[in-house]
């Protein structure tokens, strides 16, 4: 018997076929009927499913050319363009489960080039601070450190280069709402947002990954400033850093010569340029947590300060004087000189909201001199007040809080 297809028996076009059900019915009826049919099912699905895939594939790709090129040239396209946007912002938990404490994704690296390249000045310094929940509520830390920048002399153009790093998503909301440049730096399995005890596993984990963190930066070609957002801008500091300078570093207790190793930096506020020297340095202070456990990045600096290493790779360190940087520890008694004011040595957070409050008053005051009276003028600082040296050397267990290194 000569096999017939189906629809050639009826007239129909060759692709029809009839369903399960009609030649289910056909053969309970009682006429045999034996239909062979060419089964392309398998193929056709396959090339279907390969033209598709090929389309998003190509698709994707013509989108991702565009979002580089975009950067590259300059222009600043939506953030919702980039594919990792809804992954990030969305759900950050899920975009930073798999990001290392050590390393920057690449998203995240692509997301802080774009932001250092909008801050950045035309030598290509950037000014960084970092801020969790504690420090970014309403009229705390954040608050004074900005409205600083803003009473300053010659400083408020400086809020153009500053970039906020945020450590956890309520701090970098609430960045976003105060000032321009923010970046969030999330951790994985460290919850930054409240108080950092100190010399605990946590605290010890936001220090090294803040040094981890100003590597990177060099690595990308940015010099820095970096400050903790305790610290008040009173002046302009770029004159009175030194020219020469690869990495420098204000000091708790400056003895007399910026050369002096036995000066106590502090790793509150400092000025690094990138070059080779330098990224070598900071691998090497990062590396050295390794050598010395238990150790924050300030006691680790206070020792790897002396070794051999630094004398190879000839960095050029020097020690910022307390005359013009100074703080708490050791605080700048001439308003003429200022130009930076740290609220370390200083237990508390609302301690240290207190006495910086009382120090933007005293600039307040200070600045509504005439010009001759501020050239003559004897006046100086209120403060410490509820922060002294005292009261961190009867706080040096590590229940103590010191809220986002508040000591340092």
């Not at 692709?15 to 392309?40: C, E, N, Q, Y």
């Not at 995240?108 to 950045?120: G, Q, S, T």
């Not at 000045?121 to 801020?131: A, N, P, S, W």
């Amino acid at each position: 018997m000569r096999l017939t297809p189906f629809s050639a028996q009826r007239g129909l076009p060759f692709h029809w076929r009839p369903s399960p059900a009609t030649i289910r019915r056909r053969s309970l009826s009682g006429k045999s009927l034996f239909v062979m049919l060419p089964d392309f099912s398998s193929a056709a699905f396959l090339r279907r499913s390969l033209i598709v895939l090929s389309f998003f594939a190509a698709a994707s790709l013509s989108c991702f050319v565009l979002y580089k090129a975009a950067d590259s040239a300059g222009l600043r396209l939506p953030e919702s363009f980039d594919p990792s946007f809804r992954l990030r912002y969305v759900s950050p938990s899920v975009a930073n489960d798999s990001t290392a404490m050590s390393s920057t994704t690449v998203s995240d690296k692509y997301k802080l080039e774009r932001v250092l390249k909008n801050a950045a000045m035309k030598d290509g310094t950037v000014i960084l601070t970092t801020l969790n929940e504690a420090w970014a509520a309403p009229n705390s830390i954040i608050d004074l450190f900005l409205e600083s920048f803003r009473i300053g002399y010659g400083t408020r153009k400086l809020l153009n280069h500053l970039v906020i790093i945020a450590l956890d998503e309520k701090a970098f909301s609430r960045c976003l709402v105060v000032h321009n440049h923010c970046f969030s730096l999330f951790t994985e399995g460290v919850n930054f947002s409240q108080e950092a005890y100190f010399m605990t596993p946590d605290y010890l984990k936001m220090m090294w990954r803040r040094i981890d963190f100003l590597r990177s930066v060099l690595e990308m070609g940015y010099n820095f400033v970096f400050t903790d957002a305790d610290i008040m801008w009173f002046r302009d500091p770029f004159p009175r850093f030194y020219l020469d300078a690869d990495f420098q570093i204000a000091c708790d207790q400056f003895l007399g010569s910026s050369y002096d190793l036995e000066n106590r930096p502090n790793g509150g506020f400092s000025f690094v340029r990138s070059n080779n020297r330098s990224i070598e340095f900071y691998k090497f202070w990062h590396s050295s947590r390794e050598v010395y456990p238990g150790y924050h990045d300030q006691d680790v600096l206070n020792i790897i300060k002396y070794d051999a290493f630094l004398i190879d790779i000839e960095l050029k360190m020097r020690f910022l004087n307390t005359a013009n940087f100074g703080g708490f520890c050791e605080p700048s008694k001439d308003l003429n000189q200022v130009c930076t004011m740290h609220a370390n040595c200083c237990v508390g957070m609302g301690n240290k909201v207190h006495d910086l409050k009382v120090m933007l008053e005293d600039w307040k005051q200070y600045m509504s001199l005439p010009p001759s009276l501020k050239r003559s003028s004897i006046s100086s600082w209120r403060v410490p007040q509820n922060c002294s040296v005292e009261s961190i050397h009867h706080s040096e267990s590590p229940q103590k809080s010191v809220e986002q290194a508040g000591e340092d």
